[in-house]
């Protein structure tokens, strides 16, 4: 199982940004995915999921900010990010479990003015 992750960049407080996750060797919507971050100093965290079945949860720290969706036809997941804001900043990791967790290689996620 390989992920590539993109859409990671430089956004001012308040702005949006979408990340991208693309599968190849198994399928997302058979198996369990979503995003972690990891910021400086601090321990990887779960951002928000999306399950086989299409149900999605979120941390609380980006409830009504965040949202996860798929796009089958392209093996893809994503994740909107709206109204960041400096806490926001981190490494994003998108995962895929199944059997075990698969890992993207992280996207920088810098929200600065």
């Given at each position: ?29 058979r ?24 149900f ?40 895929m ?8 290689q ?8």
């Amino acid at each position: 199982v390989q992920l590539q992750a993109s859409g990671g960049g430089l956004v001012q407080p308040g702005g949006s940004l979408r990340l991208s996750c693309a599968a190849s060797g198994s399928i997302f919507s058979r198996n369990d995915g979503g995003w972690y971050r990891q910021a400086p100093g601090k321990q990887r965290e779960l951002v928000a999921v999306i399950t086989s079945g299409g149900f999605t949860n979120y941390a609380d720290s980006v409830k009504g900010r965040f949202t996860i969706s798929r796009d089958n036809t392209k093996n893809t997941v994503y994740l909107q990010m709206n109204r960041l804001n400096a806490e926001d900043t981190a490494v994003y990791y998108c995962y895929m479990f199944t059997a075990r967790h698969y890992w993207g290689q992280g996207t920088q996620v810098t929200v600065s003015s």
